[in-house]
């Protein structure tokens, strides 16, 4: 039985990593990497200290960043996975 349980641990633990790794390549990407602006760089509104802190080297506000965000993402039901190789190439 003993066996049994770490399998299960060890497996639970990959897809953990994996999850981990994909969001911090998500965040990456979203993100520039650095030191978070107090100002957003886009309309100089104060970025909430929660906000900072979540998204370390954040440089905009959220309303700018949703602007940027939804410029990004196709409308319509484009395939995720391709469009995301596509802003890799
Ligand atoms: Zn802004």
Redesign the pocket.
Known sequence: MAGGWAKDGAVEEQIEASIRDELARLKARRTPQGESLTH??????PIPEARRQALPGVK??I??QTERDSAYRPRGGINRRGSKDSQLK
């Open positions: 957003c760089a886009d309309c100089d509104e905009l506000c309303d700018c």
